[in-house]
């Protein structure tokens, strides 16, 4: 049987994710899932839940929005913007583009969630004050490499 409406099921619960809901994640994942994203690599339901609980002590009005979806045999493969305001702070609206991997379980269970994205792109240059350093440090790079 397909694990399309595993899928499917897990993009919406991304796409309406509260506050007040970030429990109903567990129902998504297996109890020993990995997840791995830039800034955190963990396993089990309580440690993927607390991501997202701290997520929502981070920044303010945060929102996903899945741009595509593939999946092949038990893989699938979303690509995804997250959207959020940085906590009390005024300013733009800022948006992350990236993507995940996902693996399910016979179960239609997902047991392996691994996020792709660029951090310094995608957040730190976009910070005010070390935005423009991201930016400084990553022409001197592209420099380099065009010089070589």
């Given at each position: ?14 796409e ?24 955190n ?10 991501i ?13 929005k ?71 440090l ?11």
């Amino acid at each position: 049987m397909s694990h399309r409406p595993a899928l499917d099921h897990l993009i919406r619960s991304f796409e309406t994710l509260s506050q007040d809901h970030v429990g109903a994640l567990a129902d998504l994942y297996s109890a020993d899932a990995y997840f791995k994203d830039p800034f955190n690599e963990v396993r089990g339901h309580d440690a993927i839940i607390s991501i997202f609980k701290h997520m929502y002590q981070q920044v303010d009005a945060p929102r996903f929005k899945i741009k595509q979806s593939a999946l092949e045999g038990d893989d699938a493969f979303i690509v995804w913007e997250f959207c959020f305001r940085m906590k009390n702070r005024k300013g733009p609206e800022l948006c992350i583009r990236g993507s995940s991997h996902l693996h399910f379980t016979p179960g239609h269970m997902a047991d392996y969630h691994r996020d792709y994205w660029d951090s310094a792109e995608e957040l730190y240059e976009k910070i005010p004050g070390l935005g423009w350093l991201m930016r400084l440090l990553r022409r001197g790079v592209q420099y380099r490499e065009s010089a070589r």
